[in-house]
């Protein structure tokens, strides 16, 4: 494998002499994400492989071309999951870029985010280094976390290599409950549960349904189902997978927004549908009859900040404008690692 970081480093240090800019991509699964594409390909499937995996020191090591179904399948085996749940965006899915993306999926608000799990990560920087940060125990991370800052960060900083990510056991027992509840209600039906000890793995509210994810041992999940009460779902798996994955049918749209508030946060009058996950912290809203800047003055008042996630037209930016000061440390981050500014130009902001 030391040849294919070879290349790697022959063609981005040939990129940053030509100022040629490079396209960061594994299986492309998330090419809509972000801004417009721009750029060279770099493939990153050819360096793949799990590097290291001791299932009872709850850490793995992949390339960053390793497809997402291989590191989930190799974890399942010894019943243990990535927590944060990515979206898998189909089978071209690979480690590198459920990083780079930073997504997670229904269990982020209980679990934890993508950057909560890395605890390592090896980064291509425009100069063709090769640098480490982090390692493979929490205890390794001190000082300034770029291992984590990579989490999220869409490629802009260079190319990730490799991570460790930090896994969690299987929950022993599932259950799924189902209450009919307007938007009010339900808001204010997670907030109250999200300050209650209960084993609560992930909520959703759409069309006048609260569905909720308990997970745990079985004495704490059946004491929580006799003490919230509601519908008992059959078989919720479906529709966590379909709600994770975003195949949910609330998904197939032309143009989404991806609204971050506090999970107390009122309900938010933009017009439109909305699907709301997290305990209310997520909401996914549609048909808006709002526009850009006045999707973004609401929910900026109310707390919180506004991703424009899938439209055929993104010239009012995907990303919500970062305040001047956050503005300035991204510039310098970007030209400490990629002087040239090869890499996924235009992609975050």
């Known amino acids: 494998m030391s040849d294919q970081l070879d290349r790697f480093r022959e063609r981005i240090v040939a990129a940053s002499a030509a100022g040629t800019p490079l396209r960061i991509a594994g299986g492309a ?12 390909v770099l493939d990153t499937r050819a360096y ?11 850490v793995i090591t992949a390339r960053c071309g390793t497809p997402l179904a291989q590191v989930e399948a190799l974890l399942c085996e010894h019943r243990q999951m990535l927590a944060f749940e990515p979206p898998r965006f189909g089978a071209a899915s690979t480690i590198g870029g459920v990083v780079a993306s930073g997504l997670s999926g229904p269990r982020r608000a209980n679990a934890g985010a993508v950057r909560d799990f890395v605890l390592g990560a090896q980064l291509m920087n425009g100069r063709g280094e090769l640098l480490n ?40 027992v599932e259950t799924t409950l189902r209450f009919e509840l307007d938007e009010i209600a339900a808001l204010a039906r997670m907030n109250e549960w999200g300050g209650q000890p209960l084993p609560l793995s992930a909520t959703c509210w759409h069309a006048g349904v609260l569905t909720v994810r308990l997970s745990g ?14 519908a008992v ?46 305990g209310g912290g997520l909401r996914w ?49 970007q030209a400490a690692f990629d002087p040239a500014g090869i890499f996924n130009r235009g992609r975050l902001y």
């Open 29 to 40: 699964s998330k090419d809509w994400y972000g801004g417009a594409l721009q750029g060279e």
């Open 233 to 278: 779902v059959a078989d919720a798996t479906p529709f966590w997978h379909a709600l994770r994955d975003q195949s949910h049918p609330f998904f197939d749209t032309g143009e989404l927004w991806r609204l971050a508030l506090p999970p107390a946060a009122s309900a938010q009058i933009l017009g439109g549908t909305q699907l709301i996950e997290w």
């Open 133 to 172: 940060f982090g390692g493979q125990v929490m205890k390794n991370v001190a000082g300034y976390d770029v291992s984590r800052l990579l989490a999220g960060s869409l490629g802009v900083l260079g190319l990730i290599t490799q991570v460790s990510l930090k896994v969690l056991p299987l929950p022993l």
């Open 285 to 333: 809203l549609k048909g808006a009859r709002a526009d850009a800047g006045a999707i973004r003055r609401a929910v900026a008042a109310a707390g919180g900040h506004a991703t424009l996630y899938r439209a055929a037209d993104k010239s009012a930016g995907a990303f919500h404008p970062p305040a001047p000061a956050i503005a300035r440390i991204h510039a310098r981050l």
């Open 48 to 58: 793949s492989g799990v590097v290291d995996y001791e299932p009872t020191e709850l």
């Open 217 to 230: 041992a079985e004495p704490a999940v059946q004491a929580a189902v006799r003490r919230l009460g509601g």
